[in-house]
C-alpha cells in the first residue's frame, strides 16, 4: 500500500494517478502507480536522466514514441522507456489505462508535489485549455529538480 504522501488518488494535468507502491514501500527499488489518462491530456516530450518508466497497457490504445520512434500499443504491451531517451505517448482511444513502473523511485514525490488529491477515484473533468503558466512553471522547477527536462514547445 502506498504511503500516506501518495495513498490517495492524485489528478496531475487532467491524468488520474494510483500509487500502489512508493520507494518507501519496496525498499527503494521501484515505484509503481496506476494511470488513467485521456486523450489530449499527455505530457509533452522529455527526458529522464535519472529514472527509467515502464508501461503496461491496461486498457486503451496509445502511440508511444522514443527518440521519434513509433510504437503502437495495446492491452497488454509492455514498453520500456530508458533514461536519457526522448520520450512522449499519445493516447488513441478516449482513454487509456496503464501500470507505470519507475526505476529507482523518487520521481513518485514529484508527481504528488504537482498534483492534487482527487476528490473522487476518477478522472478529472477535461481541461477548458492549456494549463496556466504559474502550474506549468511549477511543473517544469520540481520535475527539473528530479532530472526530467522537456522538449522545448514547437511553434
Not at 13 to 21: I, M, N, T
Request: aromatic share 8%; proline share 12%; with cysteine.
Amino acid at each position: 500500500m502506498a504511503t500516506s504522501d501518495t495513498a490517495r488518488p492524485l489528478w496531475h494535468l487532467g491524468s488520474l494517478f494510483r500509487w500502489l507502491a512508493t520507494a518507501r514501500d519496496t525498499g527503494g527499488a521501484y515505484a509503481l502507480a496506476e494511470v488513467e489518462v485521456r486523450a489530449g491530456c499527455e505530457p509533452p516530450p522529455h527526458t529522464h536522466t535519472h529514472e527509467e518508466e515502464s508501461f503496461y497497457v491496461l486498457e486503451g490504445e496509445v502511440d508511444f514514441a522514443l527518440d521519434g520512434e513509433i510504437t503502437q500499443a495495446s492491452p497488454g504491451d509492455l514498453l520500456v522507456l530508458p533514461r536519457g531517451k526522448t520520450h512522449a505517448f499519445t493516447v488513441r482511444s478516449p482513454t487509456a489505462r496503464m501500470l507505470l513502473w519507475i526505476t529507482p523511485p523518487g520521481l513518485e514525490d514529484a508527481f504528488a508535489a504537482t498534483s492534487e488529491i482527487a476528490p473522487k477515484d476518477e478522472l478529472p473533468p477535461p481541461p477548458d485549455g492549456p494549463p496556466p503558466r504559474e502550474v506549468i512553471e511549477r511543473l517544469l522547477a520540481v520535475h527539473g529538480a528530479r532530472g526530467v527536462r522537456f522538449a522545448p514547445p514547437r511553434g
